[in-house]
């Protein structure tokens, strides 16, 4: 069963930035979309990225990060990473990383089956 392990995560000052890193154990990533999911203290859960097993196409869920947040993969490392710029206090969270059998990105959450423990980004001065 594929394993998901964030890391990156940590405290930075606003407009600071941090990469986070998404890397899969016991199965290949190659196959699978892989989303960014995040949840801040009191709140939902919300998408905020995601790309297709080709690493071709990114769908962004969350309007707030466009232009600040990238999202790239290396199939040969098993690894999909987020880009994080010009962070903002609203972006405190913490941040998953799903994997879906799809190759494609979905919208609905629960087309990712796979979830890692999540990795807390905070951010304040």
């Known amino acids: 069963q594929l394993q998901l392990v964030e890391s990156g995560g940590g405290l930075v000052q606003p407009g600071g930035s941090l990469r986070l890193s998404c890397a899969a154990s016991?199965?290949?990533?190659?196959?699978?979309?892989i989303g960014w999911f995040r949840q801040a203290p009191g709140k939902g859960r919300e998408g905020v990225l995601c790309?297709?097993?080709?690493?071709?196409?990114?769908?962004t869920y969350t309007a707030s990060v466009e232009g600040r947040f990238f999202i790239s993969r290396d199939n040969a490392k098993d690894t999909v990473y987020l880009q994080m710029n010009n962070l903002e206090p609203e972006d405190t969270a913490v941040y998953y990383c799903?994997?879906?059998?799809?190759?494609?990105?979905?919208?609905?959450?629960?087309?990712?089956?796979?979830w890692g423990q999540g990795t807390q980004v905070t951010v304040s001065s």
């Open positions: 790309i297709s097993s080709s690493g071709g196409a990114t769908a």
């Open positions: 799903a994997a879906d059998w799809s190759s494609s990105c979905r919208s609905d959450e629960n087309d990712f089956e796979y």
């Open positions: 016991r199965y290949t990533l190659a196959y699978f979309a």
